[in-house]
């Protein structure tokens, strides 16, 4: 599988992006789509994952409300929608897939098989 991401820029707080993943090299039905995001000197952390044949979807704490993660089944597409974005929401982010993950594995990277590449999103205060 591969993944591309992109989207990412510098906005302003309390402005909104929208990350676009595209997926590449086999049928995903069975896999589990997510979005990471690791900031200077920190971890990559979980923030955002959907089942791709459910649609089911599942958020850090940290997102809830202002991020929406959606997939596009046709075009083999995830987005993710971040609205009212925060100084602390800056970072490299990357999209990540893995099949059959239960949802108690989906925030941790090493549940993923397959990274894109990250795209940078920087948030001025």
């Known amino acids: 599988v591969q993944l591309q991401a992109y989207g990412g820029g510098l906005v302003q707080a309390g402005g909104s992006l929208r990350l676009s993943c595209a997926a590449s090299?086999?049928?995903?039905?069975?896999?589990?789509m997510g979005w990471f995001r690791q900031a200077p000197g920190k971890e990559r952390e979980f923030v955002a994952a959907?089942?791709?044949?459910?649609?089911?979807?599942y958020y850090t704490d940290s997102v809830k409300g202002r991020f929406t993660i959606s997939r596009d089944n046709t075009r083999n597409m995830v987005y993710l929608r971040m609205n009212s974005l925060k100084p602390e929401d800056t970072a490299v982010y990357y999209c990540a897939t893995a099949p059959r993950l239960i949802t108690t594995m989906m925030r941790f990277p090493s549940s993923y098989n397959y990274w894109g590449h990250g795209t940078q999103v920087t948030v001025s205060s």
């Open positions: 959907v089942r791709w044949s459910a649609g089911s979807t």
């Open positions: 090299g086999r049928t995903l039905s069975d896999y589990v």
